[in-house]
């Protein structure tokens, strides 16, 4: 790969961020020094205070024209060059032997509060030698989308990148829909290694293992010192495990993804690339919101078997580091492999167990399937059914029957009430130990649309609202309850997401 530069930027006055720059200097065989596309007047429309300070970032600095120049990929911080990432990744089932960062830039690497190495990093910085003919901006909707629900999803204690800054850069970008303004995201990330990563790397002579080394390093360094018959097989069985549980986790809040590439599946185990992604209203398996889905292979149910699938095409990578015969690695990645099914079974059923009000371990699957199938049945909304579930312990029985007609419900509510007394605990602190963990508020499909349309024709209240309602989502207040109501089934019928190039 040769450094070839990008488009000439300014530098900035700023202090020195502090970053680093360890992937590009230990594993330089999948980074390319490139700098982003001039923007012609970048200007903070979002910060995360507090995210920033946790980085030991001043965000009234941030803030500047410097800052937001640094924060737009216009400016170039003092320190360390930005580059840009390569990856490879199935996408849809289909192998693409180069993807790579195509509108984004590693600004370099902080150590956040805690002491821990994390990724600063651009989305829609300008097209690098990745873009495949794309122009490598984004708009401010897909943006401030990006912002609204990974904050979302931290709120909700579900692993994921965080969203630093949404910057607009003074410019119109040309969409399906006409012409819309230009902005770019500052993303957090514990990195950016994902299992496309591991596939660029396979295909290139001694850097699967110099990668591997060096994830291994960054984030389960309790490996680094085993023997490499032992280390790198040990380091695939965290990465099943940390997907396991994270892919539990979007499902035990109604998360769909929408776009589960091998590229978008990381090494850290947290969430990445929030495009097309959606909430369910009422509860389907099959629902789909992605518009470029067309057949439905990340529709909500399938994203358990999906991630398997991808966590496979990890394990190929790893052929080679496990053992040098070849049906020996195999038989070792296997039995790992196979161990993904329960993996996620047991973490879905401790996070059904707590939203059900149940001690972990003693959830009955038969209970969790048959209520699956009457929310099914009566289209009930997801988020809702805890919430209500939870006012039935306190003897309001109205909530849940609004959703599932009594008389269909009251065989499994019998069950299921059986099974909260076996705690021993009275019913009222049950109630709100789940109310702990259910959230009254998610990112609803009709209110960040709404709050996008705003934000696009210049009125940033809507988002700034809905931000603040779902990055509390288990508080609920009574002047907030429009934003806890399902979408109208005019609206979700035809409700589809884009991933915004």
């Excluded at 994390?118 to 300008?126: A, I, N, P, R």
């Excluded at 909700?156 to 770019?184: C, D, M, N």
């Excluded at 069950?415 to 990112?443: C, E, H, K, L």
Aim: net charge negative.
């Amino acid at each position: 790969m040769s450094e070839s530069f990008g488009p000439g930027v300014s530098t900035t006055s700023l202090p020195p961020f502090g970053f680093e720059s360890t992937l590009a200097d230990q594993v330089p065989g999948v980074t390319l020094p490139w700098q982003g596309t001039h923007a012609p007047d970048p200007r903070v429309l979002i910060l995360n205070d507090g995210l920033a300070r946790s980085l030991a970032l001043d965000p009234a600095s941030l803030r500047t024209p410097d800052g937001a120049g640094v924060l737009s990929g216009s400016v170039s911080p003092t320190e360390t060059a930005t580059v840009a990432m390569a990856y490879a990744g199935h996408q849809f089932g289909n192998y693409q032997p180069l993807l790579g960062d195509g509108r984004a830039l590693l600004l370099g690497e902080l150590r956040d509060d805690q002491g821990r190495r994390v990724d600063l990093h651009l989305k829609g910085s300008g097209a690098t030698p990745f873009s495949r003919g794309g122009d490598g901006r984004a708009v401010v909707a897909a943006m401030l989308r990006e912002y609204l629900i990974s904050e979302a999803m931290h709120a909700l204690h579900i692993p994921t990148t965080r969203s630093l800054a949404v910057v607009t850069t003074g410019e119109q970008v040309v969409r399906e829909g006409g012409p819309q303004p230009g902005a770019v995201l500052a993303r957090v990330a514990s990195s950016h290694l994902r299992v496309g990563t591991f596939e660029f790397a396979a295909r290139r002579e001694g850097l699967t293992q110099t990668l591997a080394d060096y994830a291994i390093a960054r984030h389960y360094p309790e490996f680094v010192e085993r023997a490499p018959e032992d280390r790198y097989l040990a380091f695939f069985e965290a990465v099943v495990d940390a997907q396991a549980s994270l892919v539990a986790q979007w499902m035990s809040v109604g998360f769909v993804h929408g776009v589960m590439n091998t590229d978008n599946t990381t090494i850290s185990g947290e969430t990445i690339d929030y495009g097309p992604c959606a909430f369910l209203d009422a509860y389907d398996p099959a629902t789909v919101f992605s518009s470029i889905d067309q057949g439905g292979r990340y529709a909500y149910g399938n994203q358990p078997a999906v991630l398997g699938w991808n966590l496979a095409r990890f394990g190929e990578t790893l052929l080679p580091l496990v053992n040098s015969t070849p049906d020996l690695a195999i038989t070792a990645l296997t039995a790992v492999l196979d161990t993904y099914g329960d993996r996620y079974r047991q973490h879905y059923g401790a996070a059904m167990a707590a939203k059900l009000g149940l001690d972990e371990g003693a959830v009955d699957g038969a209970l969790v399937d048959d209520l699956h199938r009457l929310l099914t049945d009566h289209r009930a909304d997801w988020t809702l059914t805890f919430r209500a579930l939870a006012e039935n312990l306190r003897g309001n029985s109205v909530p849940f029957d609004s959703l599932v007609p009594p008389d269909a419900s009251r065989s499994w509510l019998e069950s299921w009430r059986t099974a909260v007394s076996a705690r021993g605990q009275d019913f009222s602190s049950v109630a709100d130990g789940m109310d702990r963990v259910n959230p009254a508020y998610i990112p609803r499909n009709h209110l960040v649309d709404a709050a996008l349309q705003a934000a696009t024709a210049g009125d940033l209240g809507p988002f700034e609202r809905l931000l603040e309602v779902v990055t509390s989502p288990f508080d609920r207040h009574d002047d907030r309850s429009d934003y806890s109501l399902p979408a109208p089934e005019n609206f979700s019928a035809g409700f589809r997401t884009y991933c915004g190039t």
